[in-house]
């Protein structure tokens, strides 16, 4: 029976790649998949841990081959997710978690329609600028260019199944593990799984 395929959306600064990190240590049986890109890997980033580091010639020879599953330009690098790499992870019987953006999540429902979309609010816009600026990483000018973009990911909200606040992290966390745990007992899950047990009360 093939996993479950989670695809899990945010704007910068909600707090997503720390909700995924900590659900992942306590939710064993989910492979979180690795993006290609061009950017340039930062300091203490290795390849093939945060990312697929690859040049923009072999990144724009994947796309033409048909290696990616979506794929977007974003800032001026590309971002993209195997094709192969997804396919083969649900084959295996276990959860795959997709961090992307509206526009990929977008692409990935068209050739996966039973994925698990779920989006992850700030609490208030004032809030996430406050986090942005607490980063003490970025400049005005992008901290703006970042407010921009929230709100225009925040505007598809309502294509996904789960919306989840990040106000308080224990609560959040709490109800991503609970999305997770419901979609392994739906019942497109357990027909095949429990396929012996409930052909026994019939």
Same mark, same amino acid.
């Given at each position: &029976?093939?996993?479950?395929?989670?695809?899990?959306?945010?704007?910068? %600064? #909600?707090?997503?790649?720390?909700?995924?990190?900590?659900?992942?240590?306590?939710?064993?049986?989910? !492979?979180?998949?690795?993006?290609?890109?061009? =950017? /340039?890997?930062?300091?203490?980033?290795? $390849?093939? *841990?945060?990312?697929?580091?690859?040049?923009?010639? =072999?990144?724009?020879? &994947? +796309? #033409?081959?048909? $290696?990616?599953?979506?794929?977007?330009?974003?800032?001026?690098?590309?971002?993209?997710?195997?094709?192969?790499?997804?396919? $083969?992870?649900?084959?295996? $019987?276990?959860?795959?978690?997709?961090?992307?953006?509206?526009? %990929? #999540?977008?692409?990935?429902?068209?050739?996966?329609?039973?994925?698990?979309? +779920?989006?992850?609010?700030?609490?208030?816009?004032?809030?996430?600028?406050?986090?942005?600026?607490? *980063?003490?990483?970025?400049?005005?000018?992008? @901290?703006?260019? *970042?407010?921009?973009?929230? *709100?225009?990911? @925040?505007?598809?909200?309502?294509?996904?199944?789960?919306? +989840?606040?990040?106000?308080?992290?224990?609560?959040?966390?709490?109800?991503? #593990?609970?999305?997770? !745990?419901?979609?392994?007992?739906?019942?497109?899950?357990?027909? /095949?799984?429990? /396929?012996?047990?409930?052909?026994?009360?019939?």
């Amino acid at each position: &029976m093939p996993g479950n395929l989670f695809v899990v959306v945010a704007p910068s %600064g #909600a707090g997503k790649t720390s909700l995924v990190a900590s659900l992942l240590e306590h939710e064993r049986n989910i !492979r979180l998949s690795i993006s290609y890109t061009t =950017r /340039a890997p930062r300091p203490g980033e290795r $390849d093939g *841990r945060e990312y697929h580091f690859v040049d923009k010639p =072999r990144f724009e020879g &994947m +796309i #033409a081959a048909g $290696d990616f599953l979506e794929h977007a330009n974003v800032y001026g690098n590309y971002y993209g997710t195997s094709r192969a790499w997804i396919q $083969d992870e649900l084959a295996g $019987d276990h959860d795959v978690l997709l961090e992307i953006d509206w526009q %990929g #999540a977008r692409q990935v429902r068209g050739l996966f329609p039973a994925m698990v979309g +779920i989006f992850i609010l700030p609490p208030s816009l004032a809030e996430l600028r406050r986090r942005l600026q607490g *980063r003490g990483k970025d400049s005005a000018e992008t @901290i703006e260019r *970042r407010m921009a973009s929230a *709100r225009e990911e @925040i505007s598809h909200v309502l294509e996904f199944e789960y919306i +989840i606040v990040n106000d308080r992290f224990e609560d959040a966390l709490s109800e991503l #593990a609970c999305v997770v !745990r419901a979609a392994r007992v739906s019942r497109a899950q357990q027909e /095949a799984r429990l /396929a012996k047990l409930i052909d026994e009360f019939r």
